[in-house]
Every structure is written in C-alpha cells, then in structure tokens.
C-alpha cells in the first residue's frame, strides 16, 4: 500500500469522467481538489482565465505542489459550421483548448520531478466527424499540445500524455449544445446525425470501464505519448494507419452522416 500522498487537481471532476477519477483517487488516500462549473473546491469557468489562475494560485498557497493534474472540464458543441453562432464556436475553443492549456501553463511552476500531466482529448481528435467539426478540431488541438507540451517538459522529470476516449455513457452527450439550425443544404441530416439515439447509447462504453482504463494509464511509470480508450476505437485506429485519409473520410461520413431515407 502506498504511504505517500499525492496531491491531485481535475479540472472537470464535478461529474462523469472527472467525477469517476476523482473517487477512485480518493479510495488510494490521495488528495483531490476539483476546479468546475459546480466544484466541490473551486466554483470555476476554465474558459475564464483569470479565475483559473486564481484557483492555482490558492491551491498552492494551501496545499503546496501538485503531483497530478488530470485535465476532463470540457464541453460539446453540434451543428453545420456556416450556421453556428461565432460566439459557441470562440466557448468551444475556450473551454476545450485554453481551459486545458491555461490549467497546465499555471500547474507546471506547482508541480515536482515526478510529477504527471494527462490530458483528456477524445476519439474524435484522431477522427473528425460531420457536424461536430469544431468540437473535433478543438480536441484535435488539445492532443496537438499535449504532444508539444511533453517534448517541451521532456528534461524536467514531468511526464505527460493525451487520453482519446470513444463515447461514454455519461450527460456528456445530453448536455451538448445542439443547434439543429438547418437549410436546403443539409434538410434534416443535422439533427438525424448528432441527435442521441438508443442505438448510439447502447454503442457507448460505460463510465466504470473508462475510469479503470484511464486510471490504469495514469498508474503508469513512464507515459507514452498518447492512448486511446475503447475496443473498437483501437480497431478503428489501427485501420486508420493502413488507409489513405480519403478513403478513412468516406467510410467516417457513411458512418456518421445520417439522411433521410
């Protein structure tokens, strides 16, 4: 049994994921500090970048350095890309991207040798898919980073890595903002493609599966740069590799974009 304990901040862990992962650290004796919209520690936008760099900065002044940062707040976003508001699509990036990186820039000074970044992307930052475009490219970002972001720390004895899981059974899904806005161009595939149905609810991985499979990653001794979670992601990944991204497009877009029949 470990005797140390760790200091742990999630950015996220009001729910889902981030809830999960914060339990199970708590069942290690580790201590967690959660930073989200409805935070047990800090009530917190992560999008807003002057309330997460205070959150930061009181965690240090009273807990002292951090051992691991998870990085789970995020929030989705659906719809045709010429129809949605440039106001969700600036939130999606602010949250996504600049609330993980943000979260990193001021855990990094807090953080000891040893110490563990991993940063929570998604299946759809390795597989953009029709009419999540922007909610793709922000996680398409965040894995981008994360890359960078472990060469950059690759000397000061801080690891770090990206998670892609496929969809969870969580209110991830139900709590999108879904904007089913349409024209002659699309008809009714926005809504037929991104609405939640019972067959795409049975496809998803339960939240427990997730939680071990991501706990399971952070454990790790050394990280490697990234891992994806899901079975069938695996497959789709490992397909992905031996396919031209022409042909990986069309098979995605038969898959997701759903028309009237």
Do not use: W
């Not at 290690?28 to 800090?42: F, H, M, P, R, T």
């Not at 045709?80 to 949250?95: C, H, I, N, T, Y």
């Not at 939240?207 to 790790?220: G, N």
């Not at 396919?243 to 877009?253: A, D, G, H, R």
């Amino acid at each position: 049994m470990r005797i140390e304990k760790r200091l742990v901040v999630i950015t996220g862990a009001s729910s889902g994921i981030g809830l999960g992962l914060k339990k199970m650290f708590e069942k290690k004796g580790d201590k967690v500090i959660d930073i989200s919209l409805d935070g047990a520690d800090y009530k917190c936008d992560v999008g807003n970048d002057a309330e997460l760099k205070k959150c930061f900065d009181d965690i240090y002044l009273n807990n002292g350095e951090i051992d691991i940062l998870v990085t789970c707040a995020g929030y989705g976003l659906s719809g045709a890309v010429e129809l949605l508001p440039e106001s969700s699509a600036r939130k999606q990036f602010d949250v996504n991207f600049f609330g993980t990186s943000n979260a990193c820039k001021y855990a990094i000074p807090m953080m000891k040798k040893k110490s563990k970044i991993v940063i929570i992307s998604s299946a759809t930052a390795l597989f953009p898919v029709p009419f999540k475009t922007y909610y793709s490219a922000s996680k398409a970002a965040v894995n981008s980073f994360a890359q960078g972001l472990k060469m950059e720390l690759s000397k000061t004895g801080i690891d770090v890595t990206s998670i892609c899981p496929g969809d969870i059974k969580t209110n991830f899904s139900k709590n999108r903002d879904k904007h089913y806005d349409t024209n002659e161009r699309y008809g009714k595939s926005i809504e037929l493609s991104t609405k939640p149905t019972e067959k795409t609810e049975k496809r998803r991985m339960s939240p427990e599966y997730a939680v071990k499979k991501i706990m399971k990653v952070i454990e790790k001794r050394k990280f490697k740069p990234q891992y994806v979670i899901g079975k069938q992601y695996h497959i789709f990944y490992a397909f992905k590799r031996t396919v031209t991204t022409n042909f990986l497009n069309k098979c995605i877009t038969k898959i997701f974009y759903k028309t009237e029949k």
